[in-house]
C-alpha cells in the first residue's frame, strides 16, 4: 500500500483496541488482549485490558509457537484449561504468562481471505474461560474481520481508480504530444507554401488544433505572434533545439534565436520553456 492510501486508511490497531474493550465489557474475563499479525506471520502483542505486568507487552509469537502461534498457523480458535500444563502448546512464553498470573486461555484469529490478520485472547485468572467468554470473543473476531475485509476493498478501489487515473493521463500526455507533433508539422507545410489562400487556410487549421488541445474556455488570446515566431516555438515546444528547429525549418540558426528572442519577448517570458508554457496558456499552442 503506497504512504498515500496507508495515510488514508483508519488505523487498524484502533479498530483491534475496540473490540478488545467491548470484550472485557461484555465477558467476565478479566484478562483480554490481543494484537496484528505481522510480515512472516510473527503475532505481536500490542492491546491489553486487565493485564498486571508488561510482561506480555510487545511479545512477538512467530508461527506454531505457543498458543498464539498455533492459532495463526491453523486458522481457527484453541485454548488451553490449563496452561502450565497443556500438552498441546510450546510453553515458550510460560514465563511471562505466569508471571501474568494465567491459568486458562482462549485465542481466536481473525481471520480474512484465509489469512489470520489478528489474534484476540480472553484469559483467566482462577476459573476457565467460559463459553460466553468464547463466543463474545468469536463475535468480536467475525466483526474485526469484516471490518479489515471492507478497509482492504477500499484500499484495492482506491489503487486500481489511482492505476486508472495514471494509464489515463499517459496515454492524454501521449495523444496531446502527438497532436503537438502534427501541429508543428503543419506549421512547417504552411511555411513552405506560396499559394496565400492556401496559406491562410492552413494557417487557420493549425490556430483550430492549438485551441482544441488548449481548451475552448482558455482565455483568448491578447498577443500576437508571427508565423515564424509560431513556427519556431511549435518547434521548441517538441524539445527542438535552436539548431534542429532551424534544419526542420530551412532556416538559419540565428534567424531562429531572433525569431525565438521576438516571441518571448511578446510572451513576457524569460525562458524558451516560459514562452511555451505562455503561448500554449494564450491557445497560440497546442
Request: hydrophobic content about 45%.
Amino acid at each position: 500500500m503506497t504512504d498515500t492510501l496507508a495515510s488514508l486508511r483508519p488505523r487498524d490497531d484502533d479498530a483491534l483496541r475496540g473490540e478488545l474493550r467491548l470484550v472485557a465489557r461484555e465477558s467476565a474475563a478479566p484478562v483480554v488482549f490481543g494484537g496484528a499479525v505481522q510480515a512472516g506471520d510473527v503475532l505481536m502483542l500490542s492491546e491489553f485490558v486487565g493485564t498486571r505486568t508488561r510482561g506480555l507487552h510487545g511479545l512477538l509469537i512467530p508461527p506454531a509457537s505457543g498458543l498464539g502461534g498455533r492459532v495463526v498457523a491453523l486458522g481457527r480458535p484453541a485454548g488451553v484449561a490449563d496452561y502450565a500444563n497443556a500438552p498441546s502448546i510450546s510453553h515458550d512464553y510460560d514465563r511471562v504468562v505466569v508471571g501474568e498470573g494465567i491459568r486458562s486461555v482462549v485465542a481466536v484469529p481473525v481471520v480474512v481471505g484465509g489469512k489470520a490478520r489478528a489474534v484476540l485472547y480472553a484469559a483467566g485468572r482462577t476459573a476457565p474461560v467460559g463459553d460466553r467468554t468464547t463466543d463474545v470473543l468469536a463475535r468480536s473476531a467475525a466483526r474485526l474481520a469484516t471490518e479489515l475485509a471492507i478497509r482492504d476493498e477500499v484500499d484495492r478501489r482506491m489503487r486500481m481508480a489511482r492505476a486508472a487515473a495514471v494509464a489515463t493521463g499517459a496515454a492524454d500526455a501521449a495523444r496531446a504530444e502527438g497532436i503537438r507533433g502534427v501541429h508543428a508539422d503543419l506549421r512547417g507545410i504552411t511555411s513552405a507554401v506560396t499559394d496565400p489562400v492556401l496559406r491562410r487556410a492552413l494557417s487557420a487549421l493549425s490556430e483550430r488544433l492549438a485551441a482544441v488541445l488548449s481548451g475552448e474556455d482558455a482565455p483568448a488570446t491578447g498577443v500576437a505572434l508571427s508565423p515564424r515566431e509560431l513556427d519556431v516555438l511549435a518547434q521548441v515546444a517538441l524539445g527542438c533545439s535552436n539548431a534542429e528547429a532551424a534544419e526542420r525549418l530551412s532556416l538559419r540558426m540565428d534567424t531562429v534565436k531572433g525569431y525565438l528572442r521576438s516571441a518571448m519577448r511578446k510572451l513576457d517570458a524569460t525562458s524558451r520553456h516560459e514562452a511555451v508554457v505562455n503561448a500554449r496558456r494564450q491557445r497560440l499552442l497546442p
